[in-house]
């Protein structure tokens, strides 16, 4: 069955520095979004992105961050100068378009921890 | 915007009983409940989901409930075993094109033997 892959799984990075967390949505799927995770606390929505450009974004999305579809295969998302407070888990997901007038299920990928040191 | 909040935070069982789960959400707009179970480190996995137009839904163990009036849904868990110990996070969506899925602050299930 296909899934949503990410990588790295892990990424440890200084306060400061630029990040990039990449994901590969299932390949026949149109609509892609980013989601965080503190540790401990709830999932919340950063980004959802179709046809090449953000569909929506929250508050937490401010302009350090920025998302990008360079190819067909990836979605990435950026972090221009990493806080101790990006400490998280991110987790991309995916769904295919509406079918029949239903939506799909959004699967997500198995997530990036990301370290701000 | 959404907010769904969800009770109890933490929840103990022992093995063999039914745990239920509580939330509500705000924006009466919101036609699509999902819940997920998350274990430690791994992705939220989609377990059930209930439509704004329907009341009930069961799956073997697991059934949800929906009062669109009260803007109230429930997970109920029968006949827990240990492999249900993990975190259960309800969520609320809009079924439009942009669909961003709001979460619960999640439950922790601990299931006892």
């Known amino acids: 069955e296909p899934e949503v892959t990410q990588t790295p799984s892990h990424q440890v990075t200084q306060m400061g520095q630029e990040v990039i967390l990449r994901c590969v949505p299932i390949s026949n799927h149109l609509y892609f979004y980013w989601y965080r995770q503190i540790l401990g606390q709830k999932v919340e929505f950063l980004v959802s992105f179709y046809n090449n450009e953000i569909s929506e974004k929250s508050e937490i999305f401010d302009d350090q961050f920025s998302v990008e579809r360079p190819d067909g295969s990836n979605f990435t998302l950026k972090i221009r100068s990493t806080k101790l407070e990006d400490s998280a888990m991110y987790f991309c997901a995916s769904r295919a378009g509406t079918s029949g007038g239903t939506y799909n299920e959004q699967f997500f990928g198995p997530g990036t921890r990301l370290t701000v040191l | 915007g959404e907010n769904v909040e969800q009770h109890p935070s933490t929840l103990s069982v022992q093995e063999g009983d039914s745990a239920v789960i509580k939330c509500t959400y705000s924006d009466s707009a919101s036609n699509y409940f999902p819940w997920y179970k998350q274990e430690l480190g791994k992705r939220p996995q989609l377990i059930i989901d209930?439509?704004?137009?329907?009341g009930e839904k069961k799956d073997q163990r697991i059934a949800v409930t929906l009062n669109k009036t009260a803007k109230h849904f429930s997970l109920h868990i029968t006949e827990t075993q240990p492999e249900d110990s993990a975190v259960y996070f309800c969520a609320a969506r809009l079924m439009n094109r942009d669909d961003k899925i709001i979460f619960g602050k999640g439950t922790r299930l601990h299931i006892l033997p």
């Open positions: 209930i439509r704004s137009n329907v």
